[in-house]
């Protein structure tokens, strides 16, 4: 049971928009950044957005994230078969203090 | 280019230690928020614990009573203990950076390319 509830999958086709939820509380997101991973088939994780809507130098401007409340949301435009992967968001818990991650979503492209 | 490495056997048997070690490349670790996270097969990632200001050390509090990080500065390395280990350790494990500041607001990068661990007899 994962602190971050996010759904276990999703699907789109070629060119679509799509976006994963992300849903915690006061103790986690609402008070830190949130940010969020791919991990492509058989790779380790890698970070996709950071600090809630930062991209890393590299990652295409087709992925954005946001932050409201209690929980966030990644957003992929324009999407392409290699986006086909796991996506994690994480964050800060500060009860437990430490990071938390949420259950992951799977990413098919049809 | 900063680079991470696991190392260590593939294969526990129930009831012993778990020992993992991760070789740095490219930054010091006594800088940064270095951490080991990991993700049975099928499933998500769960932290186990971290380091960081060169020494400072936490650990998930569902892991703790098993878990010791430590620090190897001369080789630039840090090592994963996990003690009395059942079938539900096995997982690949992960090492990993933490930028960012203040230590809340970290994200991991980069990951090292993760170590399977299977725990049987």
């Known amino acids: 049971q994962s602190v971050l509830t996010q759904p276990p999958s999703t699907s789109g086709t070629p060119g679509q928009r799509v976006t994963i939820s992300c849903s915690g509380s006061?103790?986690?997101?609402?008070?830190?950044?949130v940010n969020w991973y791919q991990q492509l088939p058989g790779m380790a994780p890698k970070v996709l957005i950071y600090?809630?809507?930062h991209r890393p130098s590299g990652v295409p401007d087709r992925f954005s994230g946001s932050k409201s409340g209690t929980s966030a949301s990644l957003a992929i435009s324009g999407l392409r078969s290699e986006d086909e992967a796991d996506y994690f968001c994480?964050?800060?818990?500060?009860?437990?203090?430490?990071?938390?991650f949420g259950g992951g979503t799977k990413l098919t492209v049809l | 280019q900063v680079q991470l490495r696991e190392s260590g056997p593939g294969l526990v048997k129930p009831s012993e230690t778990l020992s993992l070690t991760c070789t740095v490349s490219?930054?010091?670790?006594?800088?940064?928020?270095w951490s080991w996270i990991r993700q049975p097969p099928g499933k998500g990632l769960e932290w186990i614990g971290s380091?960081?200001?060169?020494?400072?050390?936490i650990y998930s509090p569902s892991l703790k009573t098993r878990v010791t990080i430590s620090l190897d500065t001369s080789k630039n390395q840090f090592s994963l203990r996990l003690s009395s280990v059942t079938a539900a350790d096995t997982a690949v494990y992960y090492c990993?950076?933490?930028?960012?500041?203040?230590?809340?607001?970290?994200?991991?990068?980069?990951w090292g390319q993760g170590n399977l661990v299977t725990v049987s007899a």
């Open positions: 990993a950076r933490g930028v960012g500041d203040p230590i809340p607001w970290v994200w991991f990068d980069p």
């Open positions: 490219g930054a010091s670790i006594t800088s940064y928020y």
């Open positions: 380091f960081y200001n060169g020494g400072t050390t």
């Open positions: 006061r103790s986690n997101i609402r008070g830190n950044t």
């Open positions: 600090s809630n809507n």
């Open positions: 994480a964050t800060w818990d500060d009860s437990l203090n430490g990071p938390v």
